[in-house]
């Protein structure tokens, strides 16, 4: 009966096959496959690929990769949440939904057509560009459109709209009555926001940051279009590398590959175990 | 003195001109006749649209484009969502397994899985390297969040297995509850898949640009292209990327509803 049972097991879990066939051969395995090459150097196991790896070069990209999601993610949380909160507290209700469905359809601009956008507004001739000139402020040549400042500004409009969207259930949470609870008891604006406010709020502004963060840090089709092989991403390099236009390296391209995934994993992992906890703490 | 309130508005007023600048300058940039030298365009004119259109590129780009994402979200759609509904109904505990691996795909560059699959691939003994085949599979990998998590939700809403008890203790068989009963019930959850797999393929340039290069050339591809040629045409082109991006999005808030979009389903970066 027991055998039975457990044979039967074994027949339901075969309709999930062609599935798991499809994620090995396609996700799993081929990831897999960039391990050896990373670890093994003339059959023995070895970090020389690594060393090898970490020219002043490489590590100036990673330099770039990691700053610009930092930069990137750090205003999205911060201005993302202020514009969040401005919008679950106007009273105009049609703003709010108009705002909310700005923001759903935004989050998913970017690549080519984003980048060429803002090569028109803030480009060398673009639009905001001329206006301001009109008026006297000269953007260039202190700010460029196509550098690592443009890339930050460029990614802004996609990761703003993602945060405000992550954090508006968070900011929908804070109830009234502990504001009026802490303003009852003598607290300031201020004092309310840091000893009540931001602590209740602070897992889901840091989920929103990893969120942002891995978002950033693996982006390539923005950067390329806007800045070309000008700025020396993570992203790009391994794109370089692929395509054949630096001499080919395997096991450098997997060991950059490697390493990127290894920051993406523990992005999206912190992000996925910090959500798990707050939707628990909501229900 | 500042009225207590009035940071709402200047909040909100800011965000707004930094999400639409950018995209009323790529609609006027694409009707100007020239707009490089003074505050306002010199002139309109629909002769960029026009120049663009008629180049059989423009047709063919677009036809590969549809093509790509059509056959992506069909296969996407037979593996998965059977799949996540013989998951959920019949082996319960294969949940949390499915769940990470519709994860994962999320924490993947575009440019690793490039990389991934064809160092794979060209040690494999199966013509798949450089085939549009390859492309698609790369695609509904890094689509399979988007699929998954709207269909499972749907699951988890409606009890399925509930529904599936009833119709067979009422005499349908497997293929009748699946279609009549079953998919009625996720269809929204599927709609919204679909179009989330669609809108993030359309606009893929990384994965088609590492993969297949020039062999088969999609919209992005055509629109980079221009963007190093003739900014005018290529703006027109961004207007279309942005229109379809927005109209998808419009079709699934209509038919889902607001919030419903899962967070690791992002767009094509």
């Given at each position: 009966?027991?055998?039975?049972?457990?044979?039967?097991?074994?027949?339901?879990?075969?309709?999930?096959?062609?599935?798991?066939?499809?994620?090995?051969?396609?996700?799993?395995?081929?990831?897999?496959?960039?391990?050896?090459?990373?670890?093994?150097?003339?059959?023995?196991?070895?970090?020389?690929?690594?060393?090898?790896?970490?020219?002043?070069?490489?590590?100036?990209?990673?330099?770039?990769?990691?700053?610009?999601?930092?930069?990137?993610?750090?205003?999205?949380?911060?201005?993302?949440?202020i514009v969040a909160y401005a919008m679950v507290t106007t009273r105009n209700q049609s703003l709010r939904n108009a705002l909310t469905a700005l923001a759903d359809v935004t989050t998913n601009f970017g690549g080519a057509p984003l980048a060429f956008a803002f090569i028109i507004t803030l480009g060398s001739t673009g639009i905001?560009?001329?206006?301001?000139?009109?008026?006297?402020?000269?953007?260039?040549?202190?700010?460029?459109?196509?550098?690592?400042?443009?890339?930050?500004?460029?990614?802004?409009?996609?990761?703003?709209?993602?945060?405000?969207?992550?954090?508006?259930?968070?900011?929908?949470?804070?109830?009234?009555?502990?504001?009026?609870?802490?303003?009852?008891?003598?607290?300031?604006?201020?004092?309310?926001?840091?000893?009540?406010?931001?602590?209740?709020?602070?897992?889901?502004?840091?989920?929103?940051?990893?969120?942002?963060?891995?978002?950033?840090?693996?982006?390539?089709?923005?950067?390329?279009?806007?800045?070309?092989?000008?700025?020396?991403?993570?992203?790009?390099?391994?794109?370089?590398?692929?395509?054949?236009?630096?001499?080919?390296?395997?096991?450098?391209?997997?060991?950059?590959?490697?390493?990127?995934?290894?920051?993406?994993?523990?992005?999206?992992?912190?992000?996925?175990?910090?959500?798990?906890?707050?939707?628990?703490?909501?229900? | 003195?500042?009225?207590?309130?009035?940071?709402?508005?200047?909040?909100?007023?800011?965000?707004?001109?930094?999400?639409?600048?950018?995209?009323?300058?790529?609609?006027?940039?694409?009707?100007?006749?020239?707009?490089?030298?003074?505050?306002?365009?010199?002139?309109?004119?629909?002769?960029?649209?026009?120049?663009?259109?008629?180049?059989?590129?423009?047709?063919?780009?677009?036809?590969?484009?549809?093509?790509?994402?059509?056959?992506?979200?069909?296969?996407?759609?037979?593996?998965?969502?059977?799949?996540?509904?013989?998951?959920?109904?019949?082996?319960?505990?294969?949940?949390?397994?499915?769940?990470?691996?519709?994860?994962?795909?999320?924490?993947?560059?575009?440019?690793?899985?490039?990389?991934?699959?064809?160092?794979?691939?060209?040690?494999?003994?199966?013509?798949?390297?450089?085939?549009?085949?390859?492309?698609?599979?790369?695609?509904?990998?890094?689509?399979?969040?988007?699929?998954?998590?709207?269909?499972?939700?749907?699951?988890?809403?409606?009890?399925?297995?509930?529904?599936?008890?009833?119709?067979?203790?009422?005499?349908?068989?497997?293929?009748?509850?699946?279609?009549?009963?079953?998919?009625?019930?996720?269809?929204?959850?599927?709609?919204?898949?679909?179009?989330?797999?669609?809108?993030?393929?359309?606009?893929?340039?990384?994965?088609?640009?590492?993969?297949?290069?020039?062999?088969?050339?999609?919209?992005?591809?055509?629109?980079?292209?221009?963007?190093?040629?003739?900014?005018?045409?290529?703006?027109?082109l961004a207007v279309i990327s942005f229109a379809v991006a927005w109209l998808i999005s419009l079709l699934i808030i209509w038919v889902v509803g607001r919030g419903s979009r899962p967070t690791e389903a992002l767009g094509a970066r």
């Amino acid at each position: 009966m027991k055998s039975k049972r457990k044979r039967k097991g074994w027949v339901l879990w075969a309709g999930l096959l062609p599935f798991l066939l499809f994620v090995l051969a396609f996700e799993l395995l081929p990831l897999f496959t960039l391990l050896p090459s990373v670890f093994i150097a003339d059959g023995r196991l070895t970090g020389a690929n690594f060393q090898r790896a970490l020219t002043p070069f490489i590590l100036e990209s990673f330099r770039n990769s990691l700053q610009l999601a930092a930069v990137v993610a750090g205003l999205g949380v911060v201005l993302g949440t202020i514009v969040a909160y401005a919008m679950v507290t106007t009273r105009n209700q049609s703003l709010r939904n108009a705002l909310t469905a700005l923001a759903d359809v935004t989050t998913n601009f970017g690549g080519a057509p984003l980048a060429f956008a803002f090569i028109i507004t803030l480009g060398s001739t673009g639009i905001v560009t001329l206006l301001l000139k009109a008026v006297g402020i000269h953007l260039y040549p202190t700010f460029r459109v196509y550098s690592i400042v443009g890339l930050a500004v460029a990614y802004l409009y996609f990761e703003l709209p993602l945060m405000i969207l992550v954090i508006i259930p968070a900011l929908l949470g804070l109830r009234r009555e502990w504001r009026e609870a802490a303003v009852n008891l003598g607290a300031s604006n201020l004092k309310y926001w840091t000893r009540v406010g931001l602590p209740i709020l602070a897992p889901s502004l840091l989920s929103g940051f990893l969120l942002l963060f891995a978002n950033a840090f693996g982006a390539y089709a923005t950067a390329w279009t806007l800045t070309g092989p000008d700025v020396n991403l993570v992203t790009v390099q391994i794109a370089a590398l692929v395509r054949g236009e630096v001499q080919l390296d395997p096991s450098l391209a997997d060991t950059l590959a490697i390493i990127s995934l290894l920051v993406m994993a523990l992005c999206v992992a912190g992000y996925q175990l910090l959500n798990v906890r707050t939707q628990r703490s909501r229900t | 003195m500042i009225r207590r309130d009035g940071w709402r508005p200047a909040v909100l007023g800011l965000f707004l001109m930094f999400m639409l600048v950018p995209l009323a300058a790529t609609v006027l940039f694409s009707i100007s006749t020239r707009w490089d030298r003074t505050i306002f365009p010199e002139g309109l004119t629909l002769q960029w649209w026009f120049k663009v259109t008629e180049r059989s590129a423009f047709v063919d780009t677009l036809t590969n484009s549809l093509i790509l994402s059509f056959v992506t979200v069909l296969l996407a759609l037979l593996l998965v969502a059977p799949t996540a509904y013989w998951s959920y109904l019949r082996v319960p505990r294969s949940r949390p397994l499915m769940d990470i691996l519709t994860f994962i795909p999320f924490g993947i560059p575009g440019v690793v899985l490039a990389l991934a699959l064809i160092r794979f691939y060209s040690n494999v003994p199966l013509p798949l390297i450089n085939t549009p085949a390859l492309l698609v599979a790369a695609c509904m990998v890094i689509s399979m969040p988007f699929m998954y998590r709207p269909v499972a939700n749907a699951l988890e809403a409606v009890d399925i297995r509930l529904l599936t008890e009833a119709a067979q203790s009422l005499g349908a068989g497997w293929s009748k509850t699946f279609v009549r009963v079953v998919l009625p019930n996720i269809l929204p959850g599927i709609l919204s898949g679909c179009l989330l797999v669609f809108s993030a393929v359309f606009a893929e340039f990384t994965l088609v640009n590492l993969l297949v290069g020039t062999r088969f050339k999609t919209f992005p591809i055509y629109l980079v292209e221009f963007t190093r040629f003739d900014g005018r045409q290529a703006s027109a082109l961004a207007v279309i990327s942005f229109a379809v991006a927005w109209l998808i999005s419009l079709l699934i808030i209509w038919v889902v509803g607001r919030g419903s979009r899962p967070t690791e389903a992002l767009g094509a970066r």
